[in-house]
T-cell receptor, first 112, second 117 residues
Framework: DAGVTQSPTHLIKTRGQQVTLRCSPK?????VSWYQQALGQGPQFIFQ???????QRGNFPDRFSGHQFPNYSSELNVNALLLGDSALYLC???????????FGPGTRLTVT | AQSVTQLGSHVSVSEGALVLLRCNYS??????LFWYVQYPNQGLQLLLK??????LVKGINGFEAEFKKSETSFHLTKPSAHMSDAAEYFC???????????????FGRGTQLTVWP
């Protein structure tokens, strides 16, 4: 049973560029959440997708956007990258309205 | 909003010693509570969770945690540390409310556990 997968593993971008991160949820899961984990910090909630719609959103600017596809996979897009966007981006999947999240290995984004 | 405080950003124990990692939460109603572990360059793995049943929760790898409403705490313990337990541990809280708020976790800043031989 495949767990949550994310791609790419690592990414280096320049300030002002745009980036797209991808996530495939655990088999059978229909809800995807994205978290940002800065170095030395706990993960911070970005947003959650269910039925291809954003259900809830954390305190992140509109530069952060997402999408969920009919097969439940998801993308996180970040526009106009800032140095402060450098972090580990974690995708987590779950069943809708269930408390347990299953996390992927993350994508390490470095903005130079 | 929920919040979580993890006391001690670093904890060091000897192999075989008791592990105690502290977590306190703030919430107007008893929330769901979780402990996750993160090994270097990896994602988060769920150790255990408290949702509504027994206040003493047993998890994987010999870890357990006790929900104490009066103290708003959910401390993580393991009777005997192993070298393989060295990792970062995160306490997290989620709202109990039904609907769209489930699945949003609020994490503490983490506690780095070092185990000495």
């Amino acid at each position: 049973d495949a767990g949550v997968t994310q791609s790419p593993t690592h990414l280096i971008k320049t300030r002002g560029q745009q980036v797209t991160l991808r996530c495939s949820p655990k088999s059978g899961h229909d809800t995807v959440s994205w978290y940002q984990q800065a170095l030395g910090q706990g993960p911070q909630f970005i947003f959650q997708y269910y039925e291809e719609e954003e259900r809830q959103r954390g305190n992140f600017p509109d530069r952060f956007s997402g999408h969920q596809f009919p097969n439940y996979s998801s993308e996180l897009n970040v526009n106009a990258l800032l140095l402060g966007d450098s972090a580990l981006y974690l995708c987590a999947s779950s069943l809708v309205d269930r408390a347990s999240l299953y996390f992927g290995p993350g994508t390490r984004l470095t903005v130079t | 909003a929920q919040s979580v405080t993890q006391l001690g950003s670093h904890v060091s124990v000897s192999e075989g010693a008791l592990v105690l990692l502290r977590c306190n939460y703030s919430s107007s109603v008893p929330p769901y509570l979780f402990w996750y572990v993160q090994y270097p360059n990896q994602g988060l793995q769920l150790l255990l969770k408290y949702t509504s049943a027994a206040t003493l929760v047993k998890g994987i790898n010999g870890f357990e945690a006790e929900f104490k409403k009066s103290e708003t705490s959910f401390h993580l313990t393991k009777p005997s540390a192993h070298m393989s337990d060295a990792a970062e541990y995160f306490c997290a809280v989620s709202d109990r409310a039904t609907g769209s708020t489930l699945g949003r976790l609020y994490f503490g800043r983490g506690t780095q556990l070092t185990v000495w031989p």
